[in-house]
C-alpha cells in the first residue's frame, strides 16, 4: 500500500537521521578525551589535531539541519514532530560540545610545557563524570529511553559539586602563590567549559524526556555550581 510505504521511507530517514547524531555525538566524545590528552601531556599536535576536528561536527549539525527541513517537509505526525524539533535542538548540544572541546585545545597550546597548579589534577576527574555522561545520554538517544536520559540528568548536579570544589580550590592555590595566576586561570576556563558540557549533556537528556513522554521534566534541575557566591567564575563567553 503507498500510505505504507511512505510511513516506512519516513522512519527510515528518522533512523538515519539519529545514527547521523549520534556519529556526531560520538566525535565530540572524541575530542573531548583527546582534548584531555593534549591538556595532561601537554602535547600540542593532539591539540591542533581536536582545533581541526571541529570543522566536522560543523559540517554534521549543517547535514542533520538540512535532513530535518526534508522530513518536516513530509507532513509529519506528531511524534514525528517531537523528534525532528529534538533533532535540532540536540544536534545544536552537540556541536557546541564540539566547540568546548575545541577550546580545551587551545587552553593547552597556551599553556604550553607550564607545569600546571596541584589542583589541575580535578580536571580528569571532572571529564570522566562529562565524558560518562555524554556517553550515556547518546545511548538513551539511541534506544529513546527516557529513564536513562532522566539519570543523566540527575548526574548533572555531581559535576556542578565537583566544578565548584575545583573552581575554589584554584582561587585558593593563586592566593597562595601568586605565580600560579596565569596558569591556574587557563585551567578555570577548562574546568568551566568541562561543566558546561555537562549542561548540554542534561539539554540532550531532556529532549529525550520530551520525545518520549510529549513534555519537558516536571522537576527543576539539581544545581550545584556555587561559583557565582564565591566570585564571579568564568563565564560562557569562549566560542568555537
Known amino acids: 500500500m503507498p500510505g505504507t510505504h511512505i510511513l516506512s521511507s519516513h522512519d527510515a530517514e528518522l533512523a538515519r537521521l539519529t545514527a547521523e547524531i549520534v556519529r556526531m555525538g560520538d566525535i565530540a566524545v572524541d575530542q573531548l578525551r583527546e582534548a584531555m590528552v593534549a591538556l595532561t601531556s601537554r602535547n600540542t599536535a593532539t591539540a591542533d589535531e581536536v582545533i581541526s576536528r571541529d570543522v566536522e561536527i560543523d559540517a554534521l549539525e ?55 597548579p596541584t589542583p589541575a589534577r580535578g580536571l580528569g576527574a571532572l571529564a570522566d563524570i562529562a565524558i560518562e555522561m555524554l556517553e550515556a545520554v547518546l545511548e538513551a538517544y539511541r534506544n529513546r529511553d527516557a529513564e536513562a ?37 587557563h585551567l578555570l576556563f577548562v574546568a568551566k567549559n568541562i561543566e558546561r558540557i555537562g549542561d548540554h549533556a542534561t539539554n540532550i537528556a531532556e529532549n529525550i524526556w520530551y520525545v518520549v513522554h510529549g513534555e519537558t521534566p516536571q522537576k527543576e534541575r539539581d544545581k550545584r555550581d556555587a561559583t557565582s557566591t564565591t566570585l564571579a567564575g568564568p563565564g560562557d563567553g569562549e566560542s568555537g
Do not use: C, W
Request: glycine letters at 4%.
Open 149 to 185: 536520559a532522566a539519570a543523566v540528568r540527575a548526574r548533572d548536579a555531581e559535576l556542578d559539586a565537583l566544578y565548584t570544589a575545583l573552581f575554589r580550590e584554584l582561587l585558593t592555590y593563586m592566593a597562595e602563590d601568586p605565580r600560579t595566576i596565569s596558569s591556574a586561570i
Open 62 to 116: 549543517q547535514q542533520v539541519s538540512e535532513e530535518v527541513v526534508q522530513l518536516a517537509l513530509h507532513g509529519p505526525m506528531a511524534r514525528d514532530l517531537r523528534e525532528i524539533l529534538a533533532a535540532l535542538r540536540i544536534a545544536s548540544d552537540i556541536e557546541r560540545v564540539g566547540d568546548y572541546a575545541a577550546n580545551l585545545a587551545k587552553r593547552a597550546l597556551a599553556l604550553g610545557f607550564t607545569a600546571p
